[in-house]
């Protein structure tokens, strides 16, 4: 899993500044931001993410992450895109850093 410059709780249970890739069994938890509810922190890994080329979001190639589904489904009628699961976000943004690598040699 790939990280810049960001806080990770490690499952030996102490925080640690990373940069660089990171081996995902060493995460104990990673957290994200519901879309709806901006104060309200949500398990990356049983989040539902949105896809959408209409709505810009801080997270990055138009990714946004909602607590459940209802949410998720609501933002996509004012912003159509794709439903994905956590893997298939992975998926997705591994993608796309790997087209960043190879646009950059």
Do not use: C
């Given at each position: 899993?790939?990280?810049?410059?960001?806080?990770?709780?490690?499952?030996?249970?102490?925080?640690?500044?990373?940069?660089?890739?990171?081996?995902?069994?060493?995460?104990?938890?990673?957290?994200?931001?519901?879309?709806?509810?901006?104060?309200?922190?949500?398990?990356?890994?049983?989040?539902?993410?949105?896809?959408?080329?209409?709505?810009?979001?801080?997270?990055?190639?138009?990714?946004?992450?909602?607590?459940?589904?209802?949410?998720?489904?609501?933002?996509?009628?004012?912003?159509?895109?794709?439903?994905?699961?956590?893997?298939?976000?992975?998926?997705l943004v591994q993608e796309s850093h790997q087209k960043t690598?190879?646009?950059?040699?």
């Amino acid at each position: 899993m790939e990280v810049e410059n960001h806080l990770l709780y490690t499952k030996e249970h102490e925080w640690t500044l990373i940069e660089g890739d990171v081996a995902e069994e060493s995460v104990a938890l990673l957290l994200t931001i519901d879309y709806s509810n901006p104060t309200v922190l949500v398990d990356a890994a049983k989040a539902v993410y949105l896809h959408s080329p209409t709505l810009r979001s801080p997270m990055g190639l138009n990714l946004t992450s909602f607590a459940d589904r209802a949410n998720a489904e609501e933002t996509a009628g004012r912003h159509p895109g794709e439903m994905l699961s956590w893997n298939q976000t992975k998926r997705l943004v591994q993608e796309s850093h790997q087209k960043t690598r190879e646009h950059e040699k």
